[in-house]
């Protein structure tokens, strides 16, 4: 008999060929026994520039480029390693020490081994990912080595030995192929990096020069800050002493959440924390219309804000009605938190079962039942820790304070009320406090109260406008750094010396229409510098107008898929901020090569249509086209050239021509119901030279030509979407608004009715939007703005979407009453634009220049979906560091006036939006902040320094204050309701920002 | 009562006749001069086939050879009720705890509560027998994919009997193995091939030869080592390494040298695999062996010539088990074989052609000696009875044919 199996010993082939053996659980539930042949080679290069043999034999890749070594020949030395040294990080260095390696201080030439990195991969994505990105930035030198396909350095698992061992042994093989392979004469030392005691002792046994992470940067310069940078995780697990008190339950094991998930008795979603009661949170699951409220610290059970959780209903006995406390961290000593106290009972499965219904019964039940669905987490799918900034609470940092340079633990207090405080050890702790700080969580055991984490950086004094404005960019995950050298070499040679060809037979005029004789004119906020977008309209001989709408074409400047191209789809959007704009496209191009500025030739990508004086659209054209702005007005004075009688050129005539059909066109979509809603909105405009910044605070105006701009945007977006969709049936980019759930506004709806006598149809747009204007005060005119921005809030957000993955009537956008909606006119400024520019352009057959380019993204469904969550992502934070720009600056202002003349608030008006058990919430619509009003922030006639007491109408929303033993003083208020109140600027007396300054408002007596 | 071999052999009466002769002789003479306890010399191999989770490659002398793969998927046991059983479970933990629980603790630990223990389906093994010349409806193929199927469904009773009680084990069939949890099992599939040509003349019946195969392939699957616990979806570890054997290697043949040192530390010493059930019996799966009668005379392993002039074929299937409660101070685990069934398999003798006798010597419807004459098939309780005393052993000395061959095929495990 011929032996039929495959001995790897005994083959003459053996030693270039292996195989590797393990299980693959298939999402269906398949388990597949999975067995990878491995053929090993000899011409995969060390990458070394010291190397003189791997050059020759590296193999050149598809476009026959041999790939350039990347280790520097001169690798930086340390005390240690005076000739200098290469690095070999194992996996928990990368675990434990990511930080470092990312520093730019220290770090360089360091080998990844592929047994590292794929290990990496399995076991944290994110560290995966940042490696990566090491990996390809030029400046820092780390190598990808695939040991695992180099026939040197493979090694085959031993019988019985584990897969961690085994990785163990292929690092030290590696490191020491290195070290022999390199010529020995000027050979830098080869570090292998690893926290792992056994593996130390492997590596110095197999003859390596290993190292620990802390003994490595022992030895180099600026040690405290990068001491400070190791992960608190996994290096502190040897020498922790036994496991304290157990605070927090167990998750369950991956397999029961499994099992759980399927059976439907857990659930998945992602925990908020209230904003109001930091213990207090919620997680929307697809079972439940409502989300269910998680709380305590107990049943958070470690989730952090933004994770993703598992979570188990609780039995009906714990159900509570969601808390109507402002709890904030900084008030609460740590000796009386409010933990819920927790019975375990048995629950059988079937009354789990019977659970989920009460659940279903609950939250169909109208809100009178107070007691609503509470739940616990029971495990953590996925983590969404980030970077934090934050504070160093200084009554942490205790009296070793002055003893210097000894280590200790501090509290790093978030920016984000949200996050709890995350325990970091430090060495620099008397540097660190009053300084903006940036931090990481590494975990949170069981038995640590708060999470425990590290220091990455400082940015910072706190309050100086650096520090903030940076703190604020991280926060919200802005990109701020400037473009790299790769995106700015996609620019026009010619920079702003770019023109339009003046010869028509120039490839740029290939395919694109001469509009320069249209009177064609832009209307933007004061003070623009990237102009989008431009109209014109003029009459047709047929009685009909022709209206155009030109828009940037941005897309021919950025061609897709190069490095200025990918860099826009990173940022997703130009994030404003009150003095600070972060572009999204390099400035040549947003604020002038692309810029419709007046006077100047400029491409643009036109949507033409012809409307009858009714403001029926008969047809629509698209065409890419070059223009001559013929003027750039602000709001203001195309208003004001408008309603000036004496003039009666044809640029104002056919501006009268767009106002009055936009405001027909505006009739016609409110009649379809389209909603009319509010934000508070307020713009600053800081470039005014007064001494009182606060005067810049500027409610935006709403006049005619904002709304004249906005209709022909929506109509234009509204046209490209329909033919864009008819191209791409299947990835067209749009834009949907979802319609949110009745429940969604069962508070505010139940708040009207007692309150006001007001109801709020929620069936429809269209009855929404009559509803709204039915909830009119007289006495109180800015309540209805008030509703409206209050039932904004009630709303799902727009998103944008791949047409193939909903279904056609999902495309609807709920606030404008659109079938279908796409963003089109803002390329400059929106990432979302610039690709349907591109879909356009292809749809409408363009052949000019560029369209050699084709971009394959287009038609790729899944690529699509993950550029428009990213979109998505970006669009939300950009809004929010918009908003937290403001208030830090309405703040900044106050704080100016309050040094000039002190103890002088600012007297405006308020209206009560929320209200507590021991607080309230009022918007300050001159401001457009809202802020918490706590019992001591009442003004109370000839009260003193007493403890305020307070009563608390929940049906009626109504809340008294008075002063201990003086309730004939009491002063109430109640939803709703204007206010006085003085809102000043004060510094903070709690630990959480100690020397932050917030915006107190106090509530004046009447 | 199978079929026959298939077609006839190409033996004339006269060979036939000398052959049967030489066989009823005491002891039979064979014609390779074997006993006739003797099997022909084997070779095998096993985990051969890397993708599957078990595999065995097994030939004989006479060229025919055999390939068995096995794989198995985790599939959702029909008809449960995730709800009921997950409710079971956790009452099933609460009586536990209870001291007036009605189950005494020794008949829960003895695993005789049987209705609680979630069994088996003969339909969780699939097994689909090949070969080459054949058709796939061909009557051959389905009497010996029964034939093969039958022993790893079936269970046998035995009945240990100790200082004080006398308790009946049911021992675990191959299907009880496969069970999960009450929602989950794991499905095998097993594929046997005949690679060698199978022609009328020249190879012998392929039975014995694929039961062995089988049993090889069986011994070396490995399953994934689940990480769920209880009623949990099955979650599996993803190393290879860590799988785990279906059935887990008897002790004192342990594969590796170093857990056979670890057997000599003394009784208190557990053997590396931990033992699955206490009192339950550590089975094997089972084997399947050809044995001809002639005369009285008993004959293992028939070759092809053989069997042309059998009294009778017979199919003995012989489970192995051994006792983890009652050996464990043993060094030595034996494998206890039990009769799970014995066919008659139609000989070929059966179709030869009638020996036309010398003139002169015609007596109508006798035996005349020298002449053949087809046998008919038959066989008498009491040379039955020596058949099974013959695979089982008789005493504690003479250890049985299934024994031995359990044994030798140890050997090539160990390999």
Not at chain 1, 630 to 638: G, I, L, N, V
């Amino acid at each position: 008999m011929k032996s039929l199996k495959r001995n790897f010993k005994s083959d003459s082939q053996s030693n270039t060929i292996s195989s590797k053996t393990f299980v693959r659980s298939t999402k269906s539930g398949k388990l597949q026994k999975v067995v990878s042949e491995i053929y090993l080679r000899s011409d995969i290069p060390c990458s070394s520039k010291l190397c003189p043999l791997c050059p020759s034999i590296a193999p050149a890749d598809a476009n026959g480029n041999v790939p350039k070594p990347i280790l520097s020949s001169r690798p930086a030395g340390t005390k240690a390693f005076p000739a200098g040294h290469y690095l070999v990080p194992d996996t928990n260095a990368f675990m434990n020490g990511m930080d470092l390696f990312e520093d730019p201080g220290a770090f360089y030439d360091v080998i990844v081994l592929q047994t590292v990195l794929e290990e990496l991969k399995n076991r944290s994505l994110p560290l995966y990912n940042r490696t990566l990105a090491l990996t390809r930035s030029e400046e820092k030198r780390f190598y990808v080595f695939f040991n695992e396909f180099r026939l040197e350095t493979y090694i085959r698992r031993n019988e019985g030995e584990s897969i961690n061992d085994r990785n163990d042994r292929a690092v030290v093989r590696a490191a020491k192929w290195y070290s022999e392979h390199l010529p020995r004469r000027k050979c830098p030392a080869v570090v292998v990096l690893t926290d792992d005691q056994a593996n130390l002792q492997k590596a110095k046994a197999g003859g390596v020069t290993a190292y620990s992470l802390r003994d490595y940067v022992s030895c180099l310069e600026n040690v405290d800050r990068l001491l400070d940078m190791i992960s608190e995780a996994r290096q502190g697990q040897e020498d922790r002493p036994q496991p304290g008190e157990l605070i927090y339950p167990e998750y369950y094991s991956n397999s029961k959440i499994l099992t759980g998930l399927k059976a439907g008795v857990l659930h998945q979603g992602i925990f908020h924390v209230s904003p109001y009661n930091y213990l207090e949170g919620t997680v929307q699951v697809a079972a439940f219309d409502r989300p269910l409220i998680i709380i305590g610290r107990e049943s958070s059970n470690r989730a952090i804000s933004g994770d993703s959780v598992v979570i188990e209903v609780l039995p009906k006995e714990q159900w509570k009605a969601p808390s109507s406390k402002i709890i904030e961290e900084e008030t609460l000593n740590q000796n009386d938190n409010p933990e819920v106290e927790e019975t375990e009972a048995v629950i059988t499965e079937k009354e789990r079962r019977a659970l989920q219904e009460e659940v279903k019964k609950a939250h169909g039940a109208p809100t009178e039942a107070r007691s609503q669905p509470t739940a616990r987490v029971v495990g953590v799918m996925k983590r969404n820790w980030r970077q934090y900034v934050g504070t160093v609470d200084p009554g942490s940092t205790g009296s070793f304070a002055s003893q210097g340079r000894k280590q200790q633990t501090v509290f790093l207090v978030p920016m984000d009320k949200r996050i709890p405080k995350i325990r970091i050890r430090t060495r620099q702790a008397d540097e660190l406090v009053g300084k903006r700080v940036v931090a990481t969580i590494d975990s949170w055991d069981r038995d640590t109260r708060y999470p425990v984490g590290h220091y990455v950086r400082s940015l910072g004094d706190l309050e100086t406008k650096g520090a903030e404005t940076e703190a604020l960019l991280l926060e919200y995950d802005v990109q701020y750094r400037p473009f790299p050298k790769t995106v700015l070499d996609c620019l026009p040679v010619e920079g702003h010396g770019w023109r339009v060809p003046a010869s028509s037979s120039d490839p740029g005029w290939i395919g694109r229409k001469d509009l320069r004789g249209l009177l064609v004119c832009s209307i933007d906020p004061p003070g623009c510098q990237d102009i989008d977008d431009a109209l014109h309209a003029r009459p047709l001989p047929n009685g009909n107008y022709e209206v155009g709408v030109h828009i940037a074409d941005v897309s021919h400047f950025v061609k897709p898929n190069n490095a200025m191209d990918e860099e826009a789809t990173a940022r997703g959007t130009t994030v404003y901020l009150v003095d600070k704009r972060i572009d999204m496209l390099p400035m040549l191009l947003g604020t002038d090569l692309c810029s419709l500025k007046p006077h100047i030739e400029r491409y643009a990508f036109s949507t033409m249509w012809e409307i009858t004086p009714d403001a029926d659209i008969v047809s629509a054209s698209f065409t890419k086209s070059v223009i001559l702005s013929r003027d750039a007005f602000s709001y203001e004075q195309a208003q004001m050239r408008i309603d000036d009688r004496n003039a009666s050129d044809d640029l104002t005539q056919s501006m009268r021509t767009l106002l009055s059909l936009s405001q027909k066109l505006r009739e016609k979509r409110m009649e379809a119901g389209a909603l009319n809603l509010s934000s508070p909105e307020v713009r600053i405009e800081t470039d005014s030279e007064t001494s009182d910044a606060l005067t810049d605070v500027k409610t935006k105006a709403s006049l005619a030509t904002n709304s004249l701009v906005e209709e022909f945007m929506l109509l234009a977006n509204t046209t490209v979407a329909k033919k864009i969709q008819s191209s791409f049936p299947q990835t067209a980019l749009l834009r949907r608004h979802a319609a949110p759930p009745a429940s969604n506004f069962a508070d505010l709806n139940d708040q009207l009715k007692r309150m006001k006598g007001f109801e709020l149809d929620v069936s429809s747009s269209k009855a929404l939007a009559d509803s709204l204007d039915k909830c009119v005060d007289l006495a109180n005119p800015f309540l209805n703005t008030l509703i409206r921005i209050m039932a904004t809030r009630c709303m799902t957000s727009a998103e944008y979407f791949c047409s193939g993955s909903h279904a056609e009537p999902e495309y609807r956008h709920y606030g404008l009453a659109s079938e279908i909606y796409t963003h089109f006119t803002s390329p400059i400024r929106r990432y979302a634009d610039l690709l349907v520019h591109r879909q356009l352009a292809y749809a409408i057959g363009y052949s000019g220049q560029g369209s050699e380019y084709v971009d394959e993204g287009l038609r790729n469904k899944s690529k699509l979906e993950g550029v428009c969550k990213n979109l998505n992502f970006r669009h939300r934070n950009a809004q929010m560091a918009g908003r937290a720009s403001i208030e830090f600056y309405v703040g900044q202002a106050l704080k100016a006036r309050g040094e000039t003349t002190p103890d002088s608030g600012i007297n405006v008006e308020g209206y009560v939006i929320r209200v507590f058990e021991n607080g309230a919430v009022v918007f300050v619509p001159r401001f457009g902040v809202e802020g918490l009003v706590r019992l001591d922030d009442f003004e109370l006639k000839g009260a003193g320094e007493g403890r305020r007491e307070s009563e608390f109408e929940i049906e009626n929303y109504r809340l008294k204050v008075w002063e201990k033993g003086r309730e004939d003083k009491a002063a109430s208020v109640e939803l709703f309701q204007k206010l006085n109140v003085r809102v000043s600027s004060e510094e903070k007396s709690g630990a959480r920002e100690k020397g932050k300054r917030r915006v107190r408002i106090v509530v004046l007596a009447s | 009562m199978m079929p026959a071999t298939s077609t006839a052999t190409t033996l004339s009466p006269a060979e036939l006749s000398y052959l049967h002769t030489s066989l009823t002789q005491t002891p039979p003479l064979r014609p390779d001069l074997r006993s006739s306890t003797e099997f022909r010399p084997l070779r095998a191999e096993t985990d051969l086939l890397p993708t599957c989770n078990g595999s065995a490659h097994v030939s004989l002398t006479d060229g025919s050879e055999a390939l068995v793969g096995i794989k198995a998927e985790v599939h959702r046991t029909a008809g449960a009720n995730v709800t009921k059983r997950l409710d079971e479970e956790m009452r099933e933990k609460m009586s536990l705890d209870e001291p007036s629980s009605t189950i005494s603790a020794a008949a829960a630990a003895a695993g005789l509560d049987s209705n609680r223990k979630p069994r088996g389906h003969p339909d969780w093994i699939s097994l689909n027998v090949d070969i080459s010349t054949l058709r796939d409806d061909d009557a051959l193929l389905i009497f010996l994919s029964e034939m093969l199927r039958e022993p790893l469904l079936t269970t046998s009773t035995t009945t240990t009997t100790t200082t004080t009680t006398t308790t009946a084990t049911r021992s675990s069939s191959l299907a009880d193995m496969l069970v999960i949890n009450s929602n989950w099992h794991w499905h095998l599939h097993i594929d046997i091939l005949l690679l060698s040509p199978f022609t009328a003349s020249g190879t012998s019946y392929p039975l014995p030869l694929l039961s062995l195969a089988t049993h090889l392939a069986l011994r070396s699957a490995r399953l994934p080592k689940l990480k769920s616990q209880g009623e949990e979806d099955p979650l599996v570890d993803d190393d290879w390494e860590s799988s785990l054997f279906l059935f887990p290697p008897p002790p004192t043949s342990a594969r590796k040298p170093e857990s056979s040192a670890s057997g000599k530390a003394g009784p208190n010493e557990q053997h590396s695999i931990p033992p699955r059930e206490a009192g339950r019996l550590l089975t094997m799966p089972p084997i399947t062996l050809l044995v001809m009668t002639v005369n009285s005379n008993i004959i293992f392993d028939p070759s092809h010539s053989e069997l042309a002039v059998a009294d009778a074929v017979l199919a003995v299937s012989v489970s192995f088990s051994s006792d983890t409660t009652t050996h464990h101070h043993h060094h030595h685990h034996a494998q206890t074989p039990t009769l799970l069934a014995v066919r008659t398999i139609e000989t070929p003798a059966r179709d030869t052609m009638r020996g036309v006798p010398a003139a002169g010597e015609v007596v109508e419807g006798d035996l005349v000696p020298g002449v053949w004459r087809p046998r008919v098939g038959g066989v008498k309780r009491e040379v039955l009875k020596r058949v099974v005393r013959a695979v089982l052993g008789a005493s504690a000395d003479d250890s049985g044919v299934a024994r031995e061959v359990f044994d030798g095929l140890e050997a090539f495990l160990r390999s």
